[in-house]
C-alpha cells in the first residue's frame, strides 16, 4: 500500500521521499498534516519511531488526549503507509467523540436560555437567521 492510495492529498516534498506535506480530509474538513522521516537507509520501524508528525491547530486539538496513543502507532507501525491508515483512524475516532461532546454540552445548557436567544430571534427577524451551529455556541445573522 502507498501513501497516495491513503491520504491522496499527501504528497512527498522531496526527492527522498523523507518529507510528506498536505492535507487529510476527514468528515468532509480538510486537515493539514506534514510528516518528516529521519534521514537514514529507507523507511524502517526505527526511523518511523523517530518521524515527526505536524498537524493543524485543529486537528492537534482534537487529538491532544490522543498524543500518547498516535506515538505508540509510529513506533509500532511497519510502514509509513500503515501508520496513516491508524492515524487516520485516530483522527476520525477523536473527531467524532468531539461533535458527540459539543453536542451533549449544549444539552446541558438551561432551557431559560434557549427560550431567551429564541425570543432574540424572533424580534430581530426569523430571515436574518443564517446560521447556528450544532452546539449551538454561535449564531450567525445576515446583515441588511
Not at 491547530?57 to 510502514?79: A, F, H, P, T, Y
Not at 467524532?96 to 432551557?111: E, W
Not at 430571534?121 to 437567521?129: D, P, Q
Amino acid at each position: 500500500m502507498q501513501v497516495c492510495s491513503v491520504l491522496p492529498l499527501l504528497l512527498p516534498a522531496d526527492e527522498q521521499f523523507k518529507l510528506y506535506d498536505g492535507f487529510m480530509n476527514i468528515k468532509g474538513e480538510s486537515y493539514r498534516l506534514r510528516i518528516e522521516l529521519p534521514m537514514g537507509n529507507g523507511v524502517n520501524e526505527a526511523s518511523l519511531a523517530e518521524a515527526r508528525v505536524e498537524c493543524d491547530w485543529r486537528l492537534s486539538q482534537l487529538l491532544e488526549g490522543s498524543v500518547d496513543v498516535v506515538k505508540q502507532r509510529l513506533k509500532l507501525s511497519s510502514s509509513l503507509s500503515s501508520f496513516l491508515v491508524e492515524f487516520k483512524a485516530i483522527a476520525e475516532s477523536c473527531i467524532s467523540t468531539s461533535a458527540a461532546r459539543d453536542c451533549h454540552q449544549s444539552l446541558r445548557l438551561p432551557p431559560k436560555l434557549f427560550s431567551r436567544i429564541v425570543e432574540e430571534i424572533e424580534a430581530l427577524g426569523w430571515e436574518k437567521l443564517n446560521f447556528v451551529d450544532p452546539s449551538f455556541s454561535s449564531l450567525q445573522l445576515v446583515a441588511q
